[in-house]
């Protein structure tokens, strides 16, 4: 029997406030977004896979700089949600990223975003491969997950060097949602990466922009001293 994915239905609860609030919360607007944008390549008349798309936020920025999208999220509220935003600017297809994306042909993108989504897949063995897989040569994966040193710092986190599934209670998005996540340590991050054959090209550990601080200055002067994300480019050569 196939395993529920962990986070479905903190997200089928989550997906319309979480629309509702991500073009502007400090920590996805003004401190995630402007991170994993400033990796990004040209992407004008590239094809690029969107995995975990959310409500189309991302998806909708590639389309509107010329890219030919296609996205996935697991959630078939946020799935609603990104057709809505997006209409005939992308393709939006409801998977799960911890399984094969089959229904995807090998070397069929150019490049892959995975924002914040990961964190929620147990397998990067998995799903680095197949990222891989539909990539096309000289292609990018690019991708936000929580900084190992923040993950580690929160409530059920045991042991560093293990992968270890906690139970993250959100509260920004005007409503306490009980939000599974996994925690790994920075070498879960790297070694799958490596061992699926990309080169890793940047690790960017974010800071929050001047906007963030003006929203919210307290978390601002957290977020200067300690990190919450980390965002990573890597190729297929």
């Known amino acids: 029997m196939s395993q529920k ?5 903190a997200f089928q609860t989550l997906a319309d406030a979480y629309a509702t ?18 990796l ?12 975990g798309c959310g409500p189309g936020v991302y998806s909708e920025w590639l389309a509107n700089h010329g890219a030919a999208v296609v996205a996935l999220d697991v959630s078939p509220r946020m799935v609603e949600l990104a057709q809505q935003r997006l ?11 911890d399984k094969p994306l089959d229904f995807l042909e090998d070397a069929s993108f150019d490049l892959v975003v995975g924002a914040l989504v990961l964190d929620h897949v ?14 096309r040569r000289h292609g990018h994966l690019l991708f936000s997950a929580g900084h190992p040193f923040a993950d580690y710092q929160l409530p059920g986190a045991y042991n560093y060097f293990e992968t270890e599934l906690l139970n993250y209670v ?9 939000v599974p996540m996994y925690r790994r340590p920075l070498s879960a991050y790297i070694d799958p990466l490596v061992e699926a054959g990309f080169v ?5 550990e974010p ?31």
């Open 5 to 9: 994915p962990i986070a479905l239905d």
């Open 21 to 38: 609030r991500v073009d502007t919360k400090p920590h996805n607007a003004y401190y995630e977004r402007p991170a994993t944008l400033s």
């Open 40 to 51: 990004l390549p040209d992407v004008r008349g590239k094809a690029v896979l969107d995995a």
């Open 87 to 97: 209409g005939a600017k992308a393709r939006v297809v409801q998977a799960d990223l």
């Open 122 to 135: 147990r397998d990067w063995d998995c799903v680095f491969r197949e990222f891989y897989r539909v990539l």
């Open 170 to 178: 959100w509260k920004g998005f005007g409503l306490p949602v009980n």
């Open 200 to 204: 890793l090209e940047r690790l960017l």
């Open 207 to 237: 800071r929050p922009t001047e906007q963030f601080k003006l929203e919210e200055p307290e978390k601002y002067e957290k977020l200067s001293k300690q990190p919450g994300f980390l965002c990573v480019r890597a190729a297929k050569k």
